[in-house]
């Protein structure tokens, strides 16, 4: 069984609009984080950041809707966003 890797950006250039994102979800949790190194968390203070960024991010991912098509009377279109992070 091979594994991917997705733990990477695809934009090198997010990385410091991630670690904003990452520095604001921990305040929104009460965890304190800080540039660099950050060792010191406890499993569970590590996990409620990453889970604070992914709640924030899943209802973004999953806009999906169904719209009436533009170019074909009475048939429909399914339109799904794939939507970035603006931090």
Do not use: F, I
């Given at each position: 069984?091979?594994?991917k890797n997705t733990n990477k950006l695809n934009?090198?250039?997010?990385?410091?609009a991630?670690?904003?994102f990452k520095m604001e979800a921990a305040?929104?949790?009460g965890?304190?984080?800080?540039e660099g190194y950050n060792g010191d968390l406890t499993s569970?203070?590590?996990g409620s950041v990453g889970?604070?960024?992914?709640?924030?991010?899943?209802s973004v991912r999953r806009a999906n809707y169904t719209r009436a098509d533009r170019t074909a009377i009475g048939h429909k279109v399914e339109v799904r966003y794939i939507a970035a992070i603006t931090v």
């Open positions: 069984m091979s594994s934009v090198p250039e997010a990385r410091a991630m670690d904003k305040s929104e949790v965890v304190n984080l800080k569970r203070e590590a889970g604070q960024m992914v709640k924030k991010m899943k």
